[in-house]
C-alpha cells in the first residue's frame, strides 16, 4: 500500500537533497523525537542558523519528515512500500535508504505513541477485594454473620460488594 | 493519661439521647429510647474550655466537643447496642402492653386476634389502615386498641431485633402482668412470624450496592482515526448492579478489558473465592 503524499508536501520536502545525508539522518532523529517528547522549537532555530536555510523550511522539513513516520506506522506499511512511497519524492538511494532505516527503527514506538491518542473506553485497572461479615446493623443485631461480602475496586467504579448469603 | 482513654479525671457530664429506633419502618412506632452516656473528658486535652465548664449546660458542650469525642461516642452507642441483653421498652409501650395484657379490656379471644393483626400488619408490604377493623376488635375502644397495637409491634421488633429467646420473652411479658395463656399465645405467633420479621428487618438498612451479574461481550478492534491494523480482540463487561438502599437503581458498571486483564480479573476473583472457602471452613 502506498501513501500518497501532495504536492505541497513534495514542496516542504524538497530541500533534503540540497542538504548532507548526515544532516538529514539528524532531521530525520529530531523528527521522532518530536512525535515521542513534543515539538521544541528552539531546535529549529539552531538548526536554521547552523545549515543557513530559513526557520519556515526546516520546520516544515522536520515537519514532512514527521507526517512521513506517522503516516508510515499508522498504515504499517512494509518496507518496500515505504521505498516506492519516497521514491515519489525524487530523493536520492542513499537517502532513501536512511528515511528507511529510521522508519524501520522507530515504527513499534511510533504505533504505541499514536494508541495513546486514539479515544478507549474505561478499561479495567485492578480488582482488590477484601472479606466482610456483616455483624448487625441499626435494625437488626445478627447472632450470626447474616451475610459476607466482597468489595470490588474496578478503575473509575466505586466500591461495590458481592454479597454472599449464609451458607 | 492517654487521650484515647475515656475515663480520666477531670470534669465528666452526662449526655442523654433521645432517638427514634426504627426510622424507616411503615409503621408510626412512638418508641423511644433513651441512651444515657457517660463521657469525661481527659486531663490532658488542653483546650481551655474542659476545666471552666463543669456541670452544666450539656448541649452547648457537645459542639466544642463533637471531634475528639465523636467516635468514642459512637463506639459507646455501638458496643451497647450490640450487647444489651435487656429488652428496653418506653414508658408508653410498656403502659400499651398492660393494657393489651388487662383481661377487663381485652378478653383472651381479642388479645388473640390483636397479637394476630399485629403480626400480620408488621409484614405486609404496604401499611394498611383499615388493618385495625378487624371485627374481633369491634367492641374496644378505638384509641386504646392504636395504642396497644403500636405498642404491641414496637415490643415485637425489639425482640425480633434482639433475638430474643423464650425466657427473656416470657420474662419480659410477665414484667407487665401478662398470664401465663396470653405469653403462650404470644410466643407461638412469635415463633412462626419471626423468620420473615427477621429478614424485613435485614433489609432495612444503607448497603453498598452490589452485584448480581455479569454480561460479557466480545470485540475486535481493527483500527482506529490513528493506528491502523490494530487487530486485537478486547471484552466489554457489564456488571449489574443494584442497590437496596434509597438512592434506588445504581448503574451499572462497565468497562472494557483486554484478554490478560480478564484473566487477571478471574485469577483475583478466584483468589477471593477460595479465602472465602478457607474461612467458611474455619
Known amino acids: ?167 | 493519661m492517654q487521650r484515647n482513654n475515656p475515663i480520666a479525671f477531670g470534669s465528666y457530664f452526662a449526655i442523654h439521647i433521645d432517638y427514634r429506633p426504627f426510622e424507616h419502618s411503615p409503621l408510626p412506632i412512638e418508641g423511644r429510647h433513651r441512651l444515657a452516656l457517660l463521657f469525661c473528658s481527659s486531663r490532658s486535652h488542653t483546650h481551655t474550655n474542659t476545666h471552666t465548664h463543669t456541670h452544666t449546660h450539656t448541649h452547648t458542650h457537645t459542639h466544642t466537643h463533637t471531634h475528639t469525642h465523636t467516635h468514642q461516642l459512637i463506639v459507646h452507642v455501638i458496643y451497647s447496642r450490640l450487647h444489651s441483653r435487656k429488652m428496653e421498652l418506653s414508658e408508653s409501650v410498656q403502659k400499651g402492653l398492660q393494657s393489651a395484657a388487662d383481661p377487663s379490656l381485652f378478653d383472651l379471644r381479642s388479645f388473640t386476634v390483636l397479637t394476630d393483626v399485629t403480626f400480620r400488619s408488621l409484614l405486609s408490604a404496604h401499611a394498611d389502615p383499615g388493618v385495625l377493623a378487624d371485627p374481633g376488635l369491634e367492641n374496644i375502644d378505638r384509641v386504646l386498641v392504636k395504642r396497644c397495637h403500636a405498642a404491641a409491634a414496637t415490643c415485637i421488633l425489639e425482640m425480633v431485633k434482639q433475638n430474643a429467646d423464650k425466657s427473656t420473652i416470657s420474662s419480659c411479658l410477665e414484667d407487665l402482668t401478662f398470664d401465663a395463656e396470653r405469653i403462650e399465645i404470644f410466643w407461638k405467633s412469635y415463633q412462626n412470624n419471626k423468620e420473615e420479621l427477621e429478614g424485613v428487618l435485614t433489609s432495612i438498612g444503607s448497603q453498598l450496592p452490589h452485584i448480581n451479574d455479569v454480561s460479557w461481550r466480545l470485540q475486535y478492534h481493527m483500527k482506529n482515526g490513528h493506528v491502523h491494523k490494530v487487530n486485537e480482540p478486547f471484552y466489554l463487561l457489564s456488571l449489574n448492579v443494584e442497590n437496596s438502599g434509597l438512592e434506588g437503581s445504581a448503574k451499572d458498571i462497565n468497562f472494557s478489558c483486554t484478554v490478560e486483564q480478564l484473566q487477571d480479573l478471574v485469577g483475583k476473583m478466584k483468589d477471593a473465592a477460595k479465602s472465602l472457602e478457607k474461612a467458611t471452613q474455619m
Open chain 1, 1 to 167: 500500500m502506498l501513501l500518497v503524499l501532495s504536492e505541497e508536501y513534495k514542496e516542504h520536502l524538497a530541500f533534503l537533497p540540497q542538504v548532507d545525508p548526515a544532516v538529514v539522518f539528524e532531521f530525520g532523529r529530531i523528527a521522532v523525537e518530536f512525535l515521542k517528547r513534543g515539538i521544541n522549537s528552539k531546535v529549529y532555530d539552531g538548526a536554521a542558523r547552523k545549515l543557513g536555510f530559513p526557520i519556515t523550511t526546516v520546520q516544515h522539513g522536520v515537519e514532512g519528515l514527521m507526517f512521513l513516520f506517522t503516516e508510515s506506522s499508522k498504515l504499517m506499511i512494509t518496507d518496500i512500500d515505504f521505498k516506492d512511497s519516497v521514491m515519489v519524492l525524487g530523493f536520492s538511494t542513499e537517502l532513501n535508504e536512511i528515511l528507511l532505516q529510521l522508519y524501520v527503527e522507530n515504527q513499534t514506538t511510533i504505533r504505541s505513541t499514536l494508541t495513546q491518542l486514539a479515544p478507549s473506553l474505561p478499561s479495567y485497572h485492578n480488582l482488590e477485594w477484601r472479606l466482610d461479615v456483616q455483624v448487625g446493623t441499626t435494625s437488626m443485631n445478627a447472632t450470626q454473620p447474616q451475610s459476607v461480602c466482597l468489595q470490588n475496586k474496578s478503575w473509575g467504579a466505586a466500591p461495590c460488594a458481592i454479597r454472599l448469603f449464609p451458607w
